[in-house]
């Protein structure tokens, strides 16, 4: 009987101390519970001290990552617009400032489009041209004599020593064609060049191997250049350079109307020109304008016993696509009135 009494007195005093066990452990589990709460995410956003969980400040960063990259695409995409379309800059994709948060970037992502939009409109409302045709130049800038002697001028590079010659011409809206009659580009708004060639007329150099006379020529637009959309507004750019090869075969050249296709070694892809693995894309790099410094240089070392002492005339030959100046902006001259009435 003892045994019994001792076996059911252990039992109920296990039985107790797993009631007092259950007990605290429902304590603990409000606690914690608590707890849990008062480090809800909410809460946590507001603490920036060293507690601050790990996850939360690899969220943030990665936020802010795609933040800034979102903001670097928009801000790219508006410049191309700017570029392309030639419209008036909105400077809120410009201006610099801290990272923007998912509702600013939805209003810049609508503001985009709808420049988009406003570019496409631009474009609908003119056809475009293509000049010149085949077998015809293009537009032509003679250079003066004065501009004439400047090239024919020897200098030797410090660094190289190669004897070069070169000469910074300047083209803006309004000057003059070879006649000096008319504007170079008369009648071409938002011009993009696709072909830029420097006829040397007089220079010699000696034949290569096939017979050939050929000359190179390094053209480079130095980067600062103004365009004209069809209204002639003026919408100045900066960019890098960019450097222009071009060749011709001098035998039998002695006059512009000898500047053929026929003569003509090298084909530019201007604006044409694609890296990487993908599909090549029409256009992939914005095509330049004409507007702007241009730097000429014959090379001794790339030109077979130059002789530039004998050059008497040079001209400039341009071609590309451009749209027709308009007189009026059209909502004007129709009264501003909506078809869609």
Not at 58 to 64: E, K
Not at 207 to 233: C, F, H, S, W
Not at 300 to 317: C, G, I
């Amino acid at each position: 009987m003892k045994d019994i009494a001792t076996t059911r007195n252990n039992a109920v005093i296990a039985y107790n101390s797993a009631i007092e066990l259950l007990h605290q452990a429902d304590l603990d589990k409000a606690y914690f519970s608590k707890q849990e709460e008062a480090y809800s995410d909410e809460n946590a956003n507001k603490i920036e001290d060293l507690r601050l969980p790990s996850i939360l400040l690899w969220l943030r960063r990665t936020r802010d990552s795609y933040a800034l990259e979102t903001m670097r695409l928009i801000n790219h995409a508006n410049r191309s617009i700017y570029y392309w379309g030639l419209l008036q800059k909105d400077d809120d994709f410009f201006s610099p400032g801290p990272l923007s948060n998912w509702q600013n970037l939805s209003q810049d992502l609508q503001s985009l489009d709808q420049r988009f939009e406003n570019a496409m409109s631009t474009f609908a409302g003119s056809a475009k041209s293509h000049w010149p045709v085949s077998g015809r130049q293009g537009a032509v800038y003679k250079l003066s004599p004065g501009q004439i002697f400047t090239l024919q001028t020897p200098f030797k590079s410090a660094v190289t020593g190669e004897t070069y010659y070169s000469i910074v011409i300047t083209l803006s809206p309004g000057v003059t064609d070879k006649s000096g009659d008319l504007p170079i580009f008369s009648g071409r708004a938002n011009i993009r060049l696709d072909l830029v060639r420097l006829w040397l007329i007089g220079a010699t150099v000696s034949a290569d191997q096939t017979g050939a006379k050929p000359i190179t020529v390094v053209l480079t637009q130095l980067g600062k250049e103004t365009m004209q959309n069809e209204y002639r507004e003026s919408f100045d750019f900066q960019h890098d350079a960019v450097t222009i090869p071009f060749q011709f075969d001098t035998d039998g050249v002695e006059s512009l109307s000898d500047c053929s296709e026929a003569r003509v070694l090298n084909q530019q892809l201007l604006g044409d020109y694609y890296v990487g693995n993908g599909s090549p894309q029409n256009s992939s790099i914005a095509a330049i304008g004409p507007w702007s410094n241009w730097s000429i240089e014959v090379r001794s070392s790339e030109n077979k016993n130059l002789d530039m002492s004998t050059l008497t005339e040079a001209y400039m030959e341009f071609g590309g696509y451009c749209s027709p100046f308009r007189v009026a902006r059209l909502s004007h001259a129709l009264g501003n009135r909506d078809f869609r009435e």
